[in-house]
């Protein structure tokens, strides 16, 4: 969850401690305290990228981590939220990589890794934003239906627009915001390196105009 629809490195998810995360109504908000760059901390808006159901499993998860530590007085931004039920007071970032890891691997094999997942957040990100366009629309609806969720889809443009609607022809300042949550110094990483979905938008454009100077 926290690498495929909140882009975090595989540091920042074994530093997040539950005082890291601020669940307000319907949003979920990830204090990225600890990077491997500056450009890398950050807040994620996670109730952007993902459904409500994943968003909801989410919640779940830490008031279940929550309750593993309950016996214990301690500040909660002392625990982490990945890892094994151990003291609190031994708690190590190390720790949780291991973990984190390890329970990726016996889910998927070798198929994935987080960074993988981190790729897929951004190209899947990326389709979402040309979702008007109809090949775009078909993609979507066949493989992730759940992605073109109203609430979901508004939060996202609402997130990478700051609020603004914005003509489909001004769509840069919206990559530059999806980069920078993305945790990139520069959005030429996430363009060039990420975005793998970036020719099916291109040929979905493409059909477009040639269709419109057809008509």
Same mark, same amino acid.
């Not at 990559?175 to 949550?181: A, C, H, N, T, Y």
């Given at each position: 969850i926290l690498a495929y629809y909140g882009s975090l490195r595989v540091i920042a998810i074994t530093h997040l401690t539950i005082n890291d995360i601020h669940?307000?109504?319907?949003?979920?908000?990830?204090?990225?305290?600890?990077?491997?760059?500056?450009?890398?901390?950050?807040?994620?808006?996670?109730?952007?990228?993902?459904?409500?159901?994943?968003?909801?499993?989410?919640? !779940? &998860?830490?008031?279940?981590?929550?309750?593993?530590?309950?016996?214990?007085?301690?500040?909660?931004?002392?625990? %982490?939220l990945i890892g094994e039920d151990e003291d609190p007071e031994t708690q190590q970032p190390e720790h949780g990589v291991l973990y984190a890891l390890t329970l990726l691997k016996s889910v998927f094999g070798d198929a994935l890794d987080l960074h993988t997942l981190r790729h897929n957040f951004v190209s899947w990100s990326f389709?979402?934003?040309f979702s008007q366009l109809p090949a775009i629309n078909n993609i979507l609806n066949h493989y992730a239906p759940n992605l073109l969720e109203p609430m979901?889809?508004? !939060? &996202?443009?609402?997130?990478?627009?700051?609020g603004r609607h914005q003509p489909s022809s001004e769509w840069t300042h919206l %990559?530059?915001?999806?980069?920078?949550?993305t945790g990139h110094t520069n959005f030429q990483t996430t363009a060039l390196h990420y975005t793998h979905t970036l020719g099916p938008v291109v040929n979905s454009l493409m059909s477009s105009s040639v269709d419109e100077v057809a008509a």
């Open positions: 669940i307000v109504e319907n949003e979920v908000w990830l204090n990225v305290r600890v990077s491997k760059s500056e450009a890398g901390k950050r807040k994620v808006p996670l109730h952007a990228f993902a459904p409500t159901k994943i968003l909801d499993r989410f919640i !779940q &998860l830490v008031d279940e981590r929550y309750a593993q530590f309950d016996h214990v007085n301690i500040a909660s931004k002392n625990i %982490f389709l979402r934003l979901c889809h508004h !939060q &996202l443009e609402r997130h990478l627009s700051w %990559f530059v915001e999806l980069s920078r949550i």
